[in-house]
């Protein structure tokens, strides 16, 4: 499908500003949503909104149904009568521009179980009626998710397949004595869940009032240590241990020379097509629910994937392997009806990708930074685009676009030093740029372009380095974490990002 002439912000939740450590669902939120309305956007997108384990990324799970309950805000619940102002008044101290994930994990859990405590107590039969509506609701994954995160907690947070083998093999007797045992934890997890998705739904719903629609995000596979490959490991390529006999990742490519191993459990397509992909239903059916328009990260991966030998150090081995994405989408769509999809199309594109994503009607996606290496005839430049795509500056993978103005060749790069000043000097000239205000210029390039969406990083309009990156690719640490202050969003950011949006025709008509 198309989508409207339209402009919006790329910014995880995590990276909101507060008091708490790491961004919410609370004031801040509902300020941000004030900022896009004031600036004429109209798109929110954020990054996967799951539980996230080991190394905090939102594309590595513990569900692809949860939520983060790292990001419930203690002051709404407070305001819900959970806990006091006297609960939340003393916070950790921690840098206002990084996550300090450890520090945050042991305080915003602590504040959970204090709510939980107080909520086993509570007199008010609304909220009461309401959780049970919620667990009623969300049961086809619910129970098992928060089986599974009782069950990893009392396993010392071990991976699923390291429990005792009666569990493991999800042996019905097992899992009835350890829903018995683990009783009051399941609850506990669940009642988590219960006000995430209850504070998301209303911040959801004040998007919709003010014009704003939200773009999600779905990894196109799973962590292994997750409740999804816990609850159906025969749809997954595992040995008789349940550990992956294959994993995915992508070759060598300009973000690594020895590509990128991420470790994943690849799907048995051939089990999920005989269920006509059930699992993958239910899971885009609940993202819809959460959300308005998806990004399914790694798309080309539904045409073919690029499969690791489990036991690897490194991508470089991986081989590709056909996948039923026509096939997938097609079960989807009869189940769903209309996909409001944005298809993540970078990287080796082959024809089948691109013929699996047009005759869908699925938007790409191109990147500015990616366009200036020389060739007049790169996809990714502002005069090669197409209406029903989606642009970028840049994505949460990429440095800011002052980072990458500013960037030197070095240690792990593809680029070397007279590639990077060939394409600096290329970028100036193409962008009729002096490279003082770099980031503006990338901006006006793509809402100015004839792509029907362009999309914008935070740190892009606040014109933030390399130090405000959100991710390095191939790596394992110092990732996730960046946060904005909360007086960034200032009137003269607003005016300016405000000004081009109307000027190139993508300032909103109307409210959600």
Known sequence: MTFPRSSGILLHPTSLPGKF?????????????????????SLW????????????????????FAGNALLVS??????????????????????????????????????????????????STELRQDFETFNRHSASWLDDYTLFRALKDANGGAVWNKWDVSLVRREPEALAAAHQQHREAVEAHKFYQYVFFKQWSALKAYCHQHGVRIVGDI?????????????????FKLDDMGDPLVVAGVPPDYFS??????????????????????????????????????????FRGFAACWEIPGKDKTAERGAWVPAPGRELFTAIKQALGELPIIAEDLGVITPDVESLRDDFGFPGMRILQFSFGGDPKNDNL??????????????????????????????????????????????????????????????RAVLASVADTAI???????GLGTEARMNLPASTSGNWAWRYRSNALTDKVRDRLGELTELYGRKPTSEV
């Not at 997108?45 to 692809?64: E, I, K, R």
């Not at 989606?390 to 792990?412: C, L």
């Not at 914008?456 to 606040?462: A, G, K």
């Open 74 to 123: 203690p002051e709404r619940l407070v305001a819900d009568g959970l806990l006091t102002a006297e609960d939340i008044a003393r916070v950790p101290k921690s840098p206002a521009e990084k996550i300090d994930f450890g520090k945050v994990i042991e305080y915003k859990n602590a504040l959970l179980r204090k709510a939980f405590e107080r909520f086993k107590s509570t007199t």
């Open 45 to 64: 997108q954020v990054l996967p909104l799951g539980p996230t384990g080991y190394g905090d990324s939102p594309y590595q799970c513990f569900s692809a």
């Open 219 to 235: 990894p196109i596979f799973v962590a292994h240590d997750s409740a999804d490959v816990w609850v159906n490991p025969f749809q």
């Open 257 to 298: 020379a020895t590509g990128q191993l991420w470790g994943n459990p690849i799907f048995d397509w051939e089990r999920m097509r005989a269920d006509n992909f059930r699992w993958w239903i239910e899971r885009v059916s609940a993202t819809f629910a959460t959300v308005d328009i998806l990004r399914i990260d790694h």
């Open 382 to 443: 502002p005069h090669n685009y197409v209406p029903n795509v989606v642009v970028y500056t840049g994505t949460h993978d990429n440095d800011t676009a002052v980072g990458w103005f500013k960037s030197e060749a070095g240690a792990g790069s593809t680029r070397d030093a007279k590639q990077v000043e060939r394409e600096r000097k290329f970028c100036l000239k193409y962008l009729n740029s002096v490279g003082s205000q770099i980031h503006w210029d990338f901006i």
């Open 456 to 462: 914008i990083p935070l740190q892009d309009v606040l």
């Open 21 to 41: 450590g790491i961004g919410d669902l609370g004031d801040e939120a509902y300020a941000f949503v004030d900022f896009l309305a004031a600036s004429n956007q």
